[in-house]
């Protein structure tokens, strides 16, 4: 079903079209007259958009309000690319939209890698990767023997890290060692050469 045709030196032109909802097959085509060539004789065809509801934006720019978010990804989303939204939160998370943007995570799920470690902990607290199930917080390695107690950690760079201590849960958490930075290769090491038996440990982080 043809359309609309141009034919000799048109300049760009937004064109919009409506159409019904099911499968689609869009074609443009360019056909050389009989005449001598003259000018560049070709066509372009540049920046196809696709657009729910009637939602128009700007054809020059991929972030038509300046929100920092792509207009694509807006839609793709459910947000308004007409709207500035980015301060929002979909997902009352903790984080806002742009952030979700920036770091590629799904601003309408508080955990989108499903680790059980929110988007606002891993991005905000921790500075784990919100995106990979396999990045998170947590204990990696721990060694007792009856002298003592090593147990490493996961850390990121530009965090610190705290040791508390607890000999019985009841009398609450005391700490042992602060300002602990990350190590390297991504681990924090830290030993108890004399534990008391049992000892309960909590590690915090800290983003300074």
Do not use: C
């Amino acid at each position: 079903t043809p359309v609309t045709n141009w034919s000799g030196v048109v300049g760009w032109t937004e064109v919009t079209n409506a159409v019904t909802a099911g499968m689609h097959t869009f074609t443009w085509t360019y056909k050389k007259n009989g005449s001598a060539a003259a000018g560049d004789d070709a066509a372009w065809v540049d920046l196809v958009e696709l657009f729910a509801d009637g939602t128009s934006t700007d054809p020059t720019s991929d972030d038509s309000e300046g929100d920092g978010m792509t207009d694509g990804w807006e839609i793709a989303q459910g947000f308004d690319p007409n709207s500035d939204d980015g301060g929002d939160d979909a997902d009352a998370d903790g984080v806002s939209n742009l952030v979700e943007f920036n770091y590629q995570t799904d601003p309408h799920a508080s955990d989108s890698d499903d680790d059980g470690q929110s988007d606002y902990e891993e991005i905000v607290v921790t500075g784990m990767d919100p995106t990979n199930s396999a990045s998170v917080f947590a204990v990696d390695m721990l060694s007792v023997t009856p002298t003592e107690e090593v147990f490493s950690w996961t850390s990121v760079s530009g965090r610190v890290y705290d040791v508390w201590q607890s000999v019985d849960l009841v009398g609450g958490f005391i700490p042992v060692q602060s300002n602990l930075p990350a190590g390297a290769g991504g681990y924090v090491e830290y030993t108890n050469s004399s534990p008391a038996s049992p000892v309960f440990y909590r590690i915090h982080v800290r983003n300074p």
